[in-house]
């Protein structure tokens, strides 16, 4: 059974920080690709960042220069770092896998994280 548990979303002031969580289970962690999506109230989901199993990173515009993708594959997490934080990053933050070694791709989702920044 496929598990991905997102952690570490809570309420915080404009400029501060934060760091997410992903830990899944039931995949072969290293071989996926990982990604952050979020999703604010009335606006469809856009994905923030993104990390190959190689660990090539791509991100949205309005955070690069904030954010920080990363992973660990001994623990099989992984992680966003977000500094900097304004208001417009409020929203539900959802992981990602994504195995492209299979056909269809296997795709899956955690039950998302609340982040909510206050000005």
């Known amino acids: 059974q496929v598990q991905l548990v997102e952690s570490g979303g809570v309420l915080v002031q404009a400029g501060g920080s934060l760091r997410l969580s992903c830990a899944a289970s039931g995949i072969i962690f290293r071989i996926n690709a990982m990604g952050w999506y979020r999703q604010a109230p009335g606006k469809p989901r856009e994905l923030v960042a993104g990390?190959?199993?190689?660990?090539?990173?791509n991100y949205v515009d309005s955070v690069k220069g904030r954010f920080t993708i990363s992973r660990d594959n001994a623990k099989n997490t992984v992680y966003l770092q977000m500094n900097s934080l304004k208001p417009e990053d409020t929203a539900v933050y959802y992981c990602?896998?994504?195995?492209?070694?299979?056909?269809?791709?296997?795709?899956?989702w955690g039950q998302g994280t609340q982040v909510t920044v206050s000005s």
């Open positions: 990602n896998s994504n195995n492209p070694y299979v056909s269809p791709r296997a795709v899956y």
């Open positions: 990390i190959t199993s190689g660990g090539s990173t």
